[in-house]
């Protein structure tokens, strides 16, 4: 049985189509620049099957594949019909019929088009080939000769620390800067100065936390530990203050951070804002149980951030399409919430309600045997909030809008009960263990002068913690305690 010409082109095409979509997809689907931004894209293979149907019924309607039909006229009715098409997914999009970014079908659709226009002259997709693999080969030295011009990243593939990354924001945040909001990585993929080129010639200060020490909504210059670093080198130049902070971070993260980032820079201080992200493991099972996304605990090798080229490429789709700090989709100033009196106030506001309390004691003793092991001072930070247990809060609804735990509902002054319970447990651990701890939750106001959400602070709270930590370690340096 012969199988008919036009079905084994439209076999063919239906291959083009699927790489040309995956190369449109390739910066969501591999970058995860859809995941930060906290967009609905519909799953990469979806997309990718949509458009093949889409396309090859408007390349059979078109009647792409008759074929008596001279070279010119299948041309025609080719590129006819996937502008058509192109237009159709468009369409779909705009109504919300298919939840994506039009971008990918966009550039799908002209890939696709020149793809499929080039493969109907046979001499020409050789040519093209030929060319393609001319390309792959010299990208090989290329890869060689930025490896030897700009060192990879000293740390793991899949620890988010992009290096050279510069994003100009507008926030729309009560509290925090608006426009010209800069966020900006240097060579190690931190926020702050760039690596001293003598290391041993400064006193170096490394923060490690999750969102409160990144401080995402923050400008560069106003992060508490930029704050905390200009405090310090007002009286010692010699300090070197680095913000490795990662978003969503746990004392899990914390650890893969001293252990395969801080182990191997070996800075004089690191210091961890730690707290608030395990309690959201306490209060959802399905994170305590299965690990945080944000987290990363178990190393998975990124090829791509592992080549000079690939970790270019990243970071210009990053900076082209943006989304590297997703504060407008992930974060929002805090609105008031009055507590409904018919549905049940539950939530664990002792120790033994709170699961993950024993893991967080043994990782932040683990923490301190890390730095203890490596050599480097080590400083423990409590976490304020917004909240308070007070009458106010008492009757108002905990707002956490990144980790909302289905089963429970409560007020912001439980939440401040539980947290607290946290906090406790650092400074008891760091009594036990002879470590320096600033209790930063008793020094902050619970108010949104100093928050926009519930533990997020504002420009102005970020000001005062980094002045509170910087006295606090110059106070500790003056003693000889660090």
């Known amino acids: ?38 967009a609905s894209l519909l799953s990469p293979n979806k997309v990718t099957l949509l458009a093949l149907a889409v396309h090859l019924v408007g390349l059979l309607a078109a009647r792409a594949y008759q074929p008596t039909a001279s070279l010119r006229a299948r041309l025609l009715r080719t590129g006819v019909a996937m502008l058509v098409t192109t237009g159709l997914l468009l369409a779909l999009n705009a109504t919300s019929l298919v939840n994506t970014y039009a971008l990918i079908f966009v ?36 890869e060689f000769l930025l490896r030897a011009v700009i060192p990879q990243p000293r740390f793991s593939s899949d620890l988010p620390y992009y290096p050279h990354l510069r994003q100009n924001r507008t926030i729309n945040i009560s509290g925090v800067k608006a426009t010209d909001n800069i966020f900006s990585t240097n060579a190690w993929g931190f926020r702050g100065e760039e690596p001293p080129v003598h290391w041993e010639d400064r006193y170096t200060i490394i923060t490690v936390g999750g969102s409160t020490t990144i401080c995402a909504a923050q400008d560069d ?15 010692d130049a010699a300090i070197w203050v680095n913000n490795a902070g990662i978003d969503g971070h746990t004392s899990r993260g914390n650890l893969r951070v001293m ?29 305590r149980a299965n690990g945080s996304p944000f987290d990363l605990t178990t190393k998975q090798r990124d090829p791509l951030q592992e080549t000079q080229i690939g970790r270019m490429a990243w970071n210009f789709f990053e ?11 992930t974060f929002a100033a805090i609105t008031p919430i009055p507590m409904d009196a018919s549905r049940a106030a539950l939530a664990p506001a002792d120790r033994d309600g709170l699961p993950q309390l024993p893991e967080y004691r043994q990782n932040l003793n683990r923490l301190i045997d890390l730095a203890q092991e490596m050599g480097t001072r080590i400083v423990l930070l409590t976490q304020p909030s917004l909240f308070d247990d007070t009458p106010y809060w008492a009757a108002t609804e905990a707002t956490i809008s990144w980790a909302k735990p289905a089963n429970l509902y409560f007020s912001g002054a439980t ?12 400074l008891a651990i760091c009594e036990a263990r002879g470590i320096p701890c600033l209790d930063l939750a008793a020094q902050i106001p619970h108010n949104r002068e100093m928050f926009y959400d519930s533990v997020h602070f504002t420009d102005a709270g970020a000001e005062r913690v980094g002045e509170i930590v910087a006295h606090f370690i110059a106070d500790l340096r003056d003693k000889k305690a660090i």
């Open 259 to 287: 252990d395969e980032v801080i182990r191997y820079l070996k800075p004089d201080l690191v210091v961890v804002l730690v707290g608030a992200n395990d309690l959201t493991l306490s209060l959802v099972e399905d994170r």
């Open 221 to 235: 210059t106003m992060t508490y530990p930029a704050a905390m670093g200009n405090s310090l080198q007002a009286t």
């Open 107 to 142: 550039v799908g659709g002209s890939l696709a088009s020149i793809v499929l226009m080039i493969s109907r002259s046979r001499a020409l997709l050789v040519r093209i080939g030929i060319a393609a693999v001319v390309v792959v080969v010299m990208l090989i030295p290329l």
């Open 319 to 329: 900076v082209t399409l943006g989304g590297a700090v997703p504060v407008n989709a």
């Open 1 to 38: 049985m012969r199988v008919p010409s036009f079905l084994k082109s439209a076999v063919l095409d239906a291959i083009f189509l699927f790489v040309a979509y995956q190369i449109a997809i390739f910066p969501y689907l591999w970058l995860d620049i859809y995941w930060r931004r906290g």
């Open 415 to 426: 939440y401040w009960k539980m947290l607290a319970i946290y906090n406790q447990e650092t």
